[in-house]
């Protein structure tokens, strides 16, 4: 075999052996958090389940309009946004006056809604800041 078919030769079997490395390389993950695996938004009914790590229920969908709360999540005491790059976005009711707000969750934090308020809905954002 000349030269330039060795060169050739091993030229291919190096570049076949990149492309399986590639292949087989882990993918980036990021953490999770109390219980919340990555990239989720996490919500926990009590306080108890916050302090357990153990989430009621959880969302991962980029959505254009809200979603409303099912059972497991609806009036959440704490909910835990865990994507790194997606902002979460909460509607939720002030009991005493029955008044719709809104709060923007930054990725990687949580919140605490205390008694006075109930979150009933989520829309998750491409977007990696709150305004």
């Not at 999770?32 to 009590?46: H, I, L």
């Not at 969302?59 to 946004?81: E, F, I, K, M």
């Not at 919140?111 to 800041?129: C, E, K, L, M, Q």
Request: aromatic share 10%; proline share 5%.
């Amino acid at each position: 075999m000349n030269s330039s078919k060795r060169i050739a030769v091993v030229g291919t079997a190096v570049a076949g052996l990149a492309l399986t490395a590639l292949a087989t390389a882990p993918t980036a993950s990021a953490d999770s958090y109390n219980g919340c695996a990555w990239p989720r938004v996490c919500f926990y009914q009590t306080n108890a389940q916050w302090n357990s790590a153990s989430p009621t229920a959880a969302y991962q969908d980029v959505t254009t309009a809200y979603q409303n709360l099912g059972p497991n999540s609806r009036g959440a005491d704490w909910v835990n946004n865990t994507r790194n790059d997606d902002r979460a976005y909460l509607r939720y009711i002030v009991n005493s006056s029955g008044a719709t707000q809104y709060l923007c969750l930054p990725p990687n934090h949580h919140v605490n809604f205390s008694s006075a308020f109930t979150v009933t809905g989520i829309r998750i954002d491409t977007a990696a800041t709150c305004p």
